[in-house]
């Protein structure tokens, strides 16, 4: 295969495996994991849907705030607080987003399957950098098969479904990753430059 054509055809693999990864990602999306595996999904929702809708940090917590809100959103109990400030937050403007979108309060939420979506852009992006890592620090055929990997392995797959900010933290450590690594190259260059004057 020639130079010319070798990166057009990882380029293409590249794209087929984060395809099938999000086709992954969605299938069943909304009943694995069973709703209720993680409430915290719930809590991400609403303190996004309150700050895009009404500006104010408000969601359910355990935590031992003076002042609560008893509530029973679909069939489930929520000790409402506002100011929310268990928790950064960025984040919970992917999935609040959604919903705000939907024209819906934050205690009538979307089905899982709509709410989890928001997930999808994050994983896409997060298999694209570990393929950008792995190539650069192993080769380019490694990183095909580390985003191969990342892509199918089940438990990842799982965990990429979840509205947790975990997703998002992991974005975040593989973008510092390749930051250090691009500003390593880019310092090196800068010496190999010097050198040469």
């Given at each position: ?65 003076p002042i609560k ?20 937050p960025l984040f ?7 919903q705000a979108l ?96």
């Open positions: 295969m020639s130079v010319n054509t070798h990166k057009p055809f990882i380029l293409i693999v590249l794209f087929l495996i984060i395809i099938f990864g999000c086709g992954l990602r969605l299938f069943h999306l909304g009943n694995f994991p069973p709703k209720g595996e993680s409430y915290d999904e719930y809590a991400w929702t609403f303190l996004g849907t309150n700050l895009l809708t009404s500006l104010t940090p408000k969601s359910w917590s355990y935590f031992p705030y809100e008893h509530r029973t959103i679909q069939g489930n109990y929520y000790p409402i607080v506002k100011p929310f400030l268990d928790n950064p919970s403007l992917f999935p609040g987003s959604i939907s024209g819906k309060a934050y205690d009538d939420p979307l089905p899982l399957s709509i709410l989890r979506l928001s997930m999808l852009p994050i994983a896409a992006l997060n298999m694209f950098l570990i393929y950008l890592i792995c190539s650069r620090l192993f080769g380019e055929k490694t990183g095909l098969f580390g985003t191969l990997l990342f892509a199918t392995i089940p438990t990842i797959v799982f965990a990429n479904r979840l509205i947790l900010s975990e997703n998002f933290l992991t974005t975040i450590l593989f973008l510092h990753i390749w930051c250090k690594k691009w500003l390593k190259k880019a310092h090196g260059i800068k010496r190999g430059l010097s050198k040469s004057q």
